[in-house]
């Protein structure tokens, strides 16, 4: 990699800045789902063990305003239990209060500083606001792949004043989105839902060029449906893409898979009453709303002899448990391959497996629904071009 990792620096004494993700769910004032928190914990450890000055930052949910809401003190708390250790936590980011506990850190002390969005120095990539940050520190680590696809301050901008490297997480996904994206095994086999094909044009383009085949399911489908004449009933359409839809089936007759069967309801709500239909068989007043079980049947015969797969996006309406038969299926189909390292992209994909608690049986999920979706698409990370960018500033 052209950017230091974790055990190319001396830490001992030394001040770190380390950006995670920490972006957890809370619902009633309780966390539902630490594993963010927990697949930081090999970094966090590691420098605390070879005994830095640590100072973590992270963000917690878009707030418009400071508000205890969205404070970070739930996840200081968490922390500091999985840690078995105190974690030292200041409400501000910036000011006297973080500046003194930032400057008077011991050596394998943790600080763990408030919500970087409560400054809108953050989100808007405000050079002052990262130096002040950076200003904080002798070295910046990033471990928070799920957020190193925005250019935001804690990102972008800190390495630009601090000897950078990427954490133990941020090498472990880069390594792993690259073998899927760069260097895969064949058979290769790519598996993509999502709603709107224009959030996934990119992958699916640049994916026609790498995979032997590409399974399409979710609800982007339709506008392939529609390019081909089919009637899709009520099901979401993307007008403007149909054209590039029909071009895509034309070019790639052989790659392209869809769904066989559909299920198909009334509307997207539990309790909707629904139905398995031929895919050409859609009722005009009718949705569907996940992909049938002689879809999931066939994708799988598909993926049977692959040796690599990358997987993004469900199947259907997966948040719907009536609808998330197809991916629950189609993940439980994947996790019993012999020989094939499947790669899950994260979000959705992610959550799904997660319901259906198969997340040991894959090679790699990702972190970052946004990041890995970015990555794969082929697009660089302003986070790994800030590594970069500080390698070549500070040799």
Known sequence: MDFKTLKDFDYKGKKVILRVDFNVPVKDGKIEDDKRIKASLPTINYLLQQNAKLMVIAHFGEPKQPSPEFSLKIVADRLSSLLNRTV???DEITGEKARAACSGIKEGEIVLLE?????????ANDESFAKELASYAELYVNDGFGVSHRKHASVA???????????????KELNALSFARDNPEHPFIAIFGGVKIS?????????????????LGGAMIFTFYKARGIEIGKSIVEPDFIEMAKKLLEQYPDKIVLPIDLIDAAGLKVGSEF???????????????????????HFLEECKNAKTIVWNGPMGAFEIPEFAVGTNKLAQGLAGLNGCKVIVGGGDSAAAIAQIGLESSFYHISTGGGASLTFLEGTELPGVAALRESLNKFR
Do not use: C, W
């Not at 901008?157 to 090498?171: Q, S, T, V, W, Y």
């Not at 959030?199 to 399974?215: M, P, S, V």
């Open 115 to 123: 919500n970087l969005r409560f400054n809108p120095g953050e989100t």
């Open 275 to 297: 139905h398995q239909v031929d895919f050409y068989h859609m009722e005009p007043d009718k949705i569907a709303v996940d992909i049938g079980p002689k879809t999931v049947e």
């Open 88 to 90: 030292i936590f200041v």
């Open 199 to 215: 959030t996934r044009i990119k992958l699916i383009e640049n994916f026609l060029k790498r995979a032997d085949k590409l399974l």
């Open 157 to 171: 901008g800190i390495p630009k004043f601090l000897p950078a490297a990427a954490g133990f997480l941020m090498e």
